[in-house]
């Protein structure tokens, strides 16, 4: 019982942080609230005794009027005050809720890349969702309401029970405190369940994502895998459904108790009352509408605190796990980070030195001592067959990922004592599945930077020969992408795709240029042609090309070839020609590929 208070009240003062932080004026609204929901059971619990005893004792008919007219316009006044109170309570509450939505945004745009791997992290972000997108924080300011209004209400009607007859009071309680004990288990079961349904619903989520999204559609009909992925969500959502059946039948019985026992309730009290009226006559009829009306304030009041306590407790919880989630620490930014800020014509070295990197679950190393230079203005060319590493070299040096021993060094500081966000802002990447966004082509090419103008769009669309797709848009840069989200959106084949991605990477005022593999949709001589293009067009930037394909190499200061989680082999395209390396035999295996095809042409 005392932890389950303690909770309670460290579940209170996280809400009140909250409030406190965002909107203090909710605080003034939620005591009147608090005042006016008591005030508004007073009337009906006094007035009407005075108004049937008149009718009963035949008494002065003025007297009725005045007490009709004092009943109806104190409810009346009390009801509007108090629904226009509760109506501006509502509206603050949903500036704590689109606040907390815009937070949790935040928190997930910007959290360490690692964590949005780890499914336990995905699963507290679902929870974190649902309290600020059910409407959680409207019912715990409700619930607060409620629970405190109740107290000093409670105090007036009991006085009134305890004065008519203690007997009435005692038997009331009894039910209430059985009720009390049928619904907190009840909840106990509701708030257990939903903390199972949140990771299956999740998976429902991203099974019916495959149905009805674009990107999967072609995967999903050309393997013929409707009825496999229809298997897999009928099975989640059978459990989904069973999980919630669980819920409905605690609410069955608890009604069914709570039935049982009102019936008694009201049998015993009705008894009570009767021989009080009829054979002691202590009370007047008005006494019997007094002791109801005090009896099913009782009740409500009652029930207000121990709901309160439950409701408060629960949905406590749920607010506690957003607030653990929106509190979860950063490493990346933790402890005090060296600003880092480099001119593009700032010279500049990074330094791998015995860097090893393991995934989480996994027995081997995805990289494993890693000793590498590059310096600015250089063009690398990174190599390798799938799963040598060359990905997982590039997320290391763009930070998304910390080396698992060793260390990188930017000009010989170690980078994780640099200020992440200025690191950040050093690089720009295309990556193999690069993602646009369903906005105009403009936004998606500035990405909000207002420094780039579209006099520089149009130089860089130039250099890269893609400003013939621009002029030939609809609205030009003010063409919106994808139509499955706007019927005027456009929609672009893989080539066009990864030019604006390509595109998008050059206008961004970095020093690092990163190209991982972005032209896998373009043939040879295409991305030969773009990477000569992007050479001509980046300046003295670090360029860094990784891919399959060995057109980039030729034109690079350095090759690096990876092979089982190491670099194999360094040089120039014209060094490792000119021995028998692995490079040498990777590229004349590709060039007598094609050189069969063309044959086979022609």
């Known amino acids: 019982m005392c932890a389950a208070i303690k909770r309670i009240k460290e579940n209170v003062i996280h809400i009140f942080r909250f409030i406190y932080e965002i909107e203090r004026s909710t605080f003034f609204t939620l005591s009147i609230a608090v005042i006016l929901s008591g005030l508004v059971a007073l009337p009906s619990l006094f007035l009407p005794k005075l108004i049937i005893d008149e009718f009963v004792l035949g008494k002065n008919y003025r007297n009725v009027i005045q007490y009709a007219l004092l009943y109806a316009g104190l409810t009346l006044l009390l009801n509007i005050s108090n629904q226009i109170i509760i109506s501006k309570l509502e509206k603050q509450t949903k500036t704590l809720e689109y606040e907390g939505i815009i937070r949790l945004f935040k928190k997930i745009a910007d959290m360490d890349y690692y964590m949005l791997q780890d499914a336990d992290t995905m699963d507290n972000f679902a929870k974190a969702t649902k309290c600020v997108m059910a409407q ?18 409670l105090v007036v009607v009991t006085g009134t029970l305890i004065l008519l007859d203690p007997k009435i009071l005692l038997i009331v309680g009894v039910v209430i405190v059985i009720n009390a004990c049928t619904n907190s288990k009840v909840n106990k079961i509701r708030y257990q369940v939903n903390n199972e349904l949140w990771p299956l619903d999740r998976r429902m989520i991203w099974f019916m994502r495959f149905a009805g999204d674009l990107k999967y559609a072609k995967d999903v ?22 999980l ?38 202590v009370f007047s009829v008005g006494d019997f509408s007094v ?29 506690k796990q957003y607030l653990d989630f929106i509190n979860i620490p950063s490493t990346f930014r933790a402890g005090e980070q060296k600003k880092c800020v480099l001119a593009q014509t700032d010279n500049f070295t990074i330094e791998f030195k015995n860097v090893s ?8 190393d995805a990289l494993h001592d890693i000793n590498v230079t590059i310096r600015s203005r250089e063009k690398i060319s990174i190599v390798g067959e799938n799963g040598a590493g060359k990905t997982t070299f ?29 690191y950040c802002k050093i690089f720009s990447t295309v990556f193999q599945d690069f993602n646009l966004f369903a906005l105009t082509l403009r936004e998606n090419l500035t990405l909000g930077n207002e420094e780039i103008t579209d006099r520089m769009i149009e130089a860089a669309a130039n250099k890269i020969g893609f400003m013939h797709f621009i002029d030939s848009a609809p609205r030009h840069l003010d063409t919106l992408l994808y139509s499955d989200y706007d019927k005027e959106g456009i929609d672009l084949s893989g080539g066009e795709a990864q030019k604006l991605a390509i595109l998008r990477s050059l206008l961004r005022q970095s020093n690092v240029v990163i190209l991982d593999e972005p032209t896998a949709a373009l043939d040879p001589q295409a991305e030969y042609n773009i990477y000569k293009m992007i050479d001509e067009s980046v300046g003295n930037k670090l360029m860094i090309y990784i891919s399959h394909r060995l057109a980039s190499s030729r034109f690079c200061d350095k ?12 040089g120039t395209h014209k060094d490792l020609m000119e021995v028998d390396s692995i490079y040498r035999s990777l590229f004349n295996l590709q060039a007598q590929y094609y050189i069969d095809e063309e044959v086979k042409k022609s």
């Open 136 to 153: 959680n924080f409207y019912l715990l300011n409700t619930s607060l309401v409620r629970f405190l209004s109740s107290i000093w209400l």
């Open 244 to 281: 919630q059946n669980r819920i409905v039948d605690s609410d069955r019985n608890v009604k069914l108790i709570n039935f049982a026992l009102t019936s008694i309730q009201e049998l015993l009290i009705y008894l009570i009352l009767g021989f009080n009226i009829i054979i002691t006559k």
């Open 291 to 319: 002791v109801f009306n005090a009896m099913n304030t009782f009740k409500s009041g009652c029930s207000g605190i121990i709901d309160g306590i439950i409701e408060i407790s629960n949905r406590g919880e749920y607010f």
């Open 357 to 364: 990197y393991r995934y989480p679950g996994q027995e081997k």
């Open 394 to 422: 590039i997320k290391l040096l763009l930070r998304l990922y910390d080396p698992t021993e060793g260390a990188i060094y930017l000009n010989g500081t170690d980078i994780r004592e640099i200020d992440y966000d200025d």
């Open 221 to 242: 009909r050309s393997n013929s895998a409707q009825d496999f992925l229809f298997s897999k969500y009928r099975k989640l959502s059978r459990d989904f459904y069973q």
């Open 559 to 570: 090759i690096l070839l990876f092979a089982d989680g190491g670099i194999a082999e360094e």
